[in-house]
C-alpha cells in the first residue's frame, strides 16, 4: 500500500491567480496521477506525471493551464493557472506503486473553490 | 471511448438491508476493475479490485463480479450499516494504469 499526504486539502482563491497542489508519497512509486472532480461529477484524469520528463496530458487539459513537476519517485505538484470559477473542484492526486494495472492508492484530495 | 455508468444515482435504505450496486462499461477490454468508496473531505478508498480474468471478489460484507463480456459489474453490500453510507464508484482501467470512473451512486442507510 501507499500512504498519501495532499496539501492544501482546500483552498479559496481570488480568479486569476494560481494555485499548487502538492503530493507527497511515502515510498517510491513508479507512476502518479492526477485527477479532477467537478461538482456532482465523477472523477476525469488530467495527466500522469512523468518521474524525470514532462506529464502525459489527457483530452482537453494542457500544460499551460495545468503544469505538472516530478521531481522523483515520492512527490508531484499539480498547479491551477489563471484559475476563474470554472476551476472549482476537488484535485486528487493518485499513486500506482507496483506492477502496471494494479491497486491505485487516492489522497485526500484538494477542495478548491474559485471567487 | 469508455464509458462507465452506475445505477441507480442514489440510493436509501433501512439499516440491515442486502443491496446491489450496478456499473456498466461500454470497452470490455480493460485490465481489471475497481470499486471504490468515497467520503466527504476523505478522497477514495479502493474497497476491490477484480482482474480481467477474475469472475468476482469478496471482502468483509462486500461481494463484487464481473461479467466482463458484457460490460458489467455489481458490487453487493450485505447487511448495511450506517457506516456504509458514502458514494461508490467503479472504475475500469486501461492502458497504462489508467482509470476510467463510473458516474456514482450515492448510498444512505438510515436507522
Known amino acids: 500500500s501507499a500512504v498519501i499526504s495532499q496539501k492544501p486539502s482546500r483552498d479559496i482563491c481570488q480568479r486569476g491567480t494560481s494555485l499548487t497542489i502538492q503530493c507527497q508519497v511515502d515510498?517510491?512509486?513508479?507512476?502518479m496521477f492526477w485527477y479532477r472532480q467537478q461538482p456532482g461529477q465523477s472523477l476525469t484524469l488530467i495527466a500522469t506525471?512523468?518521474?524525470?520528463?514532462?506529464?502525459?496530458?489527457e483530452s482537453g487539459f494542457v500544460i499551460d493551464k495545468f503544469p505538472i513537476s516530478r521531481p522523483n519517485l515520492t512527490f508531484s505538484t499539480l498547479t491551477v493557472s489563471n484559475m476563474s470559477p470554472e476551476d472549482s473542484s476537488i484535485y486528487l492526486c493518485?499513486?500506482?506503486?507496483?506492477?502496471?494495472?494494479?491497486?491505485?492508492?487516492f489522497g485526500s484530495g484538494t477542495q478548491l473553490s474559485v471567487l | 471511448k469508455q464509458e462507465v455508468t452506475q445505477i441507480p444515482a442514489a440510493l436509501s435504505v433501512p439499516e440491515g438491508e442486502n443491496l446491489v450496486l450496478n456499473c456498466s462499461f461500454t470497452?470490455?477490454?480493460?485490465?481489471?476493475l475497481q470499486w471504490f468508496r468515497q467520503d466527504p473531505g476523505k478522497g477514495l478508498t479502493s474497497l476491490l479490485l477484480?482482474?480481467?480474468?477474475?469472475r468476482e471478489q469478496t471482502s468483509g460484507r462486500l461481494n463484487a463480479s464481473l461479467d466482463k463480456s458484457s460490460g458489467r459489474s455489481t458490487l453487493y453490500i450485505a447487511a448495511s450499516q450506517p457506516g456504509d453510507s458514502a458514494t461508490y464508484l467503479c472504475?475500469?482501467?486501461?492502458?497504462?494504469?489508467?482509470?476510467?470512473f463510473g458516474t456514482g451512486t450515492r448510498l444512505q442507510v438510515t436507522l
Open positions: 493518485s499513486v500506482a506503486p507496483g506492477v502496471a494495472n494494479e491497486k491505485l492508492f
Open positions: 515510498s517510491q512509486v513508479t507512476m
Open positions: 506525471a512523468n518521474q524525470g520528463s514532462e506529464a502525459t496530458y
Open positions: 470497452d470490455s477490454a480493460i485490465y481489471n
Open positions: 477484480i482482474q480481467s480474468s477474475q
Open positions: 472504475a475500469v482501467t486501461g492502458t497504462a494504469s489508467k482509470l476510467t
